[in-house]
T-cell receptor
Framework: QKEVEQNSGPLSVPEGAIASLNCTYSDRGSQSFFWYRQYSGKSPELIMFIYSNGDKEDGRFTAQLNKASQYVSLLIRDSQPSDSATYLCAVTPSGGADGLTFGKGTHLIIQP | GAVVSQHPSWVICKSGTSVKIECRSLDFQATTMFWYRQFPKQSLMLMATSNEGSKATYEQGVEKDKFLINHASLTLSTLTVTSAHPEDSSFYIC????????????FGPGTRLTVL
């Protein structure tokens, strides 16, 4: 069973601080890694993707990938109340299939 | 990103009826679309991969005779929940794969199905 694990939270962070979200995956052959944001009752919205080891920055968001440790993280700088949502980690499994495997998500709360 | 629509956005039906959900890719031709299901407080679970012009590929545990998928054109995939029961009540979301060097998927707004 290929799994993606996330701490369900809630993770509470003061406005303006850095929010750090973590994700581990079991399929060592996973090739692409994604972070989605999902507001309650809505469908997921792509924030970032990463497929090489290291850091990738896009605005206030930084994704970090460590394939040796099978670990992906998302940092949100200068957190805003509008960042309050559930953040889903997703991976493309090995074997050539393209359907994503999702974690259960981390509920992030930004306190004004 | 890609623009994906779904119809209807919500539906309530009686147990035993069939419900059809449409997924459209509005701004590019999608040879592959995906159907996911999300129960309350749970994550998205891939149900099947919809391939234009061929049979869908179902994930383990998903009944192909219950969840009929038709990918009739490069912009439209439909999911029909046949003989729906209360346990089929869920949030059904489709996605399209804008193939580049990575597997970037864009999701439709979802369809909330409630079976009474």
């Amino acid at each position: 069973q290929k799994e993606v694990e996330q701490n369900s939270g809630p993770l509470s962070v003061p406005e303006g601080a850095i929010a750090s979200l973590n994700c581990t995956y079991s399929d060592r052959g996973s090739q692409s890694f994604f972070w989605y944001r999902q507001y309650s009752g809505k469908s997921p919205e792509l924030i970032m993707f990463i497929y090489s080891n290291g850091d990738k920055e896009d605005g206030r968001f930084t994704a970090q990938l460590n394939k040796a440790s099978q670990y992906v993280s998302l940092l949100i700088r200068d957190s805003q109340p509008s960042d309050s949502a559930t953040y889903l980690c997703a991976v493309t499994p090995s074997g050539g299939a393209d359907g994503l495997t999702f974690g259960k998500g981390t509920h992030l709360i930004i306190q004004p | 990103g890609a623009v994906v629509s779904q119809h209807p956005s919500w539906v309530i039906c009686k147990s035993g009826t069939s419900v059809k959900i449409e997924c459209r890719s509005l701004d590019f031709q999608a040879t592959t679309m995906f159907w996911y299901r999300q129960f309350p407080k749970q994550s998205l679970m891939l149900m099947a991969t919809s391939n234009e012009g061929s049979k869908a590929t179902y994930e383990q545990g998903v009944e192909k005779d219950k969840f009929l998928i038709n990918h009739a054109s490069l912009t439209l995939s439909t999911l029909t929940v046949t003989s729906a029961h209360p346990e089929d009540s869920s949030f059904y979301i489709c996605s399209v794969n804008r193939r580049r060097s990575y597997n970037e998927q864009f999701f439709g707004p979802g369809t909330r199905l409630t079976v009474l």
